[in-house]
Nanobody
Framework: QVQLVESGGGLVQPGGSLRLSCAAS????????MGWYRQAPGRQRELVAA???????NYAESVKGRFTISRDNAKNTAYLQMNSLKSEDTAVYYC???????????????WGQGTQVTVSS
């Protein structure tokens, strides 16, 4: 199986920064896209940022210029550096990865358990 473990969430004041990490482990041959999603109370889960294995990135308009996604392919780990945080960034942040478990297998999407980010004074 494949496990994704997020870390780095917490409580931060408006204007502050946090860095989230997502480590994938288990039966992994290759990982294609890794992404960060978030879900606030009463709202649908939304894409925050994504990065391909070639490091092509994609961001939600609401976080462009403030958040940076990166990855370390050797460690099967993705990061989300969040700067200039706003109250509206408060949500549970989830990691997602498209994983190929063995050569010639297809890709399957996996989710982490989520980490809470709260932006409040």
């Amino acid at each position: 199986q494949v496990q994704l473990v997020e870390s780095g969430g917490g409580l931060v004041q408006p204007g502050g920064s946090l860095r989230l990490s997502c480590a994938a482990s288990g039966s992994i041959f290759r990982i294609n896209t890794m992404g960060w999603y978030r879900q606030a109370p009463g709202r649908q889960r939304e894409l925050v940022a994504a990065i391909t294995s070639e490091s092509t990135t994609n961001y939600a308009e609401s976080v462009k210029g403030r958040f940076t996604i990166s990855r370390d392919n050797a460690k099967n780990t993705a990061y989300l550096q969040m700067n200039s945080l706003k109250s509206e960034d408060t949500a549970v942040y989830y990691c997602n990865a498209d994983v190929q478990r063995r050569r010639f297998y297809g890709y399957t999407g996996y989710w982490g358990q989520g980490t809470q980010v709260t932006v409040s004074s």
